[in-house]
């Protein structure tokens, strides 16, 4: 069951601090928070790019110290409500249940704001605070397979079957998915240069000699 705890940073998260409170390894969260373009200052990453960064909240409108709390997984979330942690996730995705928004930064990365789905379960009328995102943090369906150059379906596809990682994204109510604009560029970009084709690449150039005569005489028989 879910532990309220105190916050895993104040004023500014290194990076064993920041991947507690997103749950993830050490390992993997720098090169997560560099593909959102959440860049440390020094050694540290100071709350607000955080909170702007991966949560895309306006913090004008916010407090900022809830915020700060290690996220909720799904398998706690499901504990709450009496759901299994796949019952919940489906229930979810398909609109059949409204919650606050599910951040899902993975596969097995599935994260919620605490005090958020503290409030829903324990309100009477499921209220909680709402936030709004940062205008150009999010980007819809369409405007996913647009900057891929995907067709929308073609796209699912290829998520489906993992061959193509699916950005982080969010989930609201009705199970309407929108993506983390930042992270989606990162994917698209490292994908598309390493599908970049070979003719691209400039043949090598050979010495004379015997020892370039050998190295051309390889080449061509490789290229039958």
Do not use: C
């Not at 991966?54 to 909720?72: F, S, Y």
């Not at 940062?134 to 996913?144: A, K, N, Q, T």
């Amino acid at each position: 069951m879910f532990q309220e705890t105190k916050p895993a940073f104040t004023e500014a998260a290194n990076v064993r601090q920041l991947g507690h409170w997103l749950g993830m390894s050490r390992n993997r969260v720098k090169d997560f928070a560099d593909a959102l373009g959440v860049l440390p200052a020094g050694k540290k990453y100071p709350e607000f790019r955080l909170i702007t960064g991966v949560l895309g909240v306006d913090v004008a409108e916010a407090d900022i110290e809830p915020m700060t709390h290690k996220l909720m997984t799904l398998a706690e979330a499901a504990v709450i409500l009496g759901y299994s942690a796949q019952d919940l996730k489906t229930k979810i995705e398909e609109g059949a249940i409204t919650v606050p928004p599910m951040y899902v930064f993975g596969k097995r990365s599935r994260r919620f704001l605490p005090h958020q789905f503290l409030a829903f379960s324990r309100n009477p009328r499921g209220h909680y605070d709402r936030y709004d995102f940062l205008p150009g943090f999010l980007m819809s369906g369409d405007e996913l397979a647009q900057e891929a150059e995907q067709r929308p379906d073609a796209l699912k596809e290829k998520f489906k079957a993992d061959n193509l990682v699916e950005p982080a994204h969010v989930i609201l109510e009705g199970g309407k998915k929108i993506y983390i604009r930042a992270h989606a560029k990162t994917i698209f970009k490292k994908s598309k240069s390493l599908e970049k084709p070979d003719s691209d690449i400039e043949p090598p150039v050979f010495s004379g000699g015997v020892l370039g005569q050998i190295a051309r005489s390889a080449a061509s028989g490789s290229q039958a």
